[in-house]
């Protein structure tokens, strides 16, 4: 299953999982049995990997979450989405989650045009995310752009190409993030 933890290369025909879709090793194509806990475990995992959060700050999202009002599983996802780290992949300043985050902690971004340095930081509605004068320099963010014409754009966020800036016009919703998570076991993986 596709974690697109490779950036662009997830995209392409170079995709191990396209290639080789199943575990290395000479067992590697039997299928294993996973006990409902272990289904719950593995998603969490799953998600954990997909947005580079350890396991203290991972509990802590899935307990704001269900503070929250509304379906648990759809906040825990909106929380996640609206990570700095992962709005800079989303708007196409960063080629994966990993790039954003560690751009991010060089000091390469704005966010209402402060300085942030913290990948973790939650933007809300209105912010305006944009780069350092040493950020629009930088090669690896000028790459990213010039492969934004490729890329499809949630409708929660707008990008302007020319001031290299990104938008967060409204809240992240599930049926525009298109990774293959089952948030509900998650949740009842915490409601144990």
């Excluded at 402060?114 to 780069?131: E, H, K, N």
């Excluded at 290299?164 to 990774?179: C, M, S, Y």
Aim: charged share 35%; aromatic share 6%; with cysteine.
């Amino acid at each position: 299953m596709k974690l697109f933890l490779k950036g662009d290369r997830c995209y392409s025909d170079k995709c191990a999982i396209e290639r080789r879709n199943y575990p290395p090793g000479q067992h590697g194509q039997a299928r294993p049995r996973f006990s409902d806990y272990g289904t719950q475990l593995r998603e969490k995992q799953k998600v954990k990997r997909i947005y580079g959060v350890l396991e203290r700050q991972f509990r802590k999202t899935v307990r704001e979450a269900e503070r929250m009002r509304g379906v648990k599983g759809e906040n825990l996802m909106a929380l996640l989405e609206r990570r700095l780290d992962n709005v800079v992949h989303r708007l196409g300043l960063a080629t994966s989650r990993a790039e954003g985050r560690m751009l991010i902690g060089q000091g390469h971004f704005t966010v209402n045009e402060r300085r942030m340095s913290i990948p973790s930081a939650r933007v809300r509605t209105g912010d305006v995310i944009g780069l350092t004068a040493r950020g629009k320099k930088t090669k690896r963010i000028v790459d990213a752009l010039a492969t934004l014409e490729t890329r499809t754009l949630p409708t929660w966020l707008e990008v302007d190409v020319e001031t290299k800036t990104g938008r967060v016009v409204g809240d992240p919703v599930r049926e525009e993030i298109t990774l293959p998570i089952q948030e509900q076991l998650i949740i009842e993986l915490y409601s144990r």
